[in-house]
């Protein structure tokens, strides 16, 4: 029984607190309150806010940006399909001088690609049948069709 005291005297200290609070807020200002609170809500545990833009800023930053690549990072410029074209007739110019044909790797550093441009080219090249693949996976070698 001495448990049920305990738990009576808690409840009752918890009560006697929350009624002199309520009490406290009821008998203050509104500009007291806000006062208190600084005027502006505070912000909770969690990610921090990132530095803020205007909207003419961040477009006029991606209209000057170059149309094929952008910087390190970050999503590629969407590429037109002569640009696709272009890039792909210098793979095919690099093949045909290679009998034993090249991987996508050795392709990529040959010809200073972006890493994330490259399957998008060669993927046109096989439809276009341009050039052949054999192999699998890391182990595809490209050649001139």
Do not use: C, Q, W
């Not at 607190?17 to 007291?32: K, M, P, T």
């Not at 990132?50 to 930053?61: D, Q, R």
């Not at 996508?104 to 690609?113: M, T, Y």
Request: no cysteine.
């Amino acid at each position: 029984m001495p448990n049920t005291s305990l738990r009576s005297a808690l409840d009752s200290l918890a009560s006697d607190f929350a009624s002199a609070v309520l009490h406290a807020i009821r008998g203050a200002s509104l500009d007291e309150l806000v006062a208190e609170s600084d005027g502006a809500p505070r912000r909770g545990p969690g990610r921090p806010r990132g530095p803020s833009k205007t909207k003419a800023v961040a477009t006029a930053a991606r209209e000057s940006a170059p149309a094929t690549k952008k910087g390190k990072g970050g999503r590629l410029a969407r590429r037109s399909p002569a640009e696709i074209a272009k890039t792909l007739g210098s793979i095919v110019t690099l093949l045909k001088g290679k009998k034993a044909g090249l991987r996508s790797e050795e392709i990529r550093k040959v010809l200073k690609l972006d890493v994330r441009e490259v399957p998008r080219v060669l993927k046109e090249g096989l439809a276009k049948k341009a050039i052949k693949s054999k192999g699998r996976k890391r182990a595809t070698v490209y050649t001139a069709a």
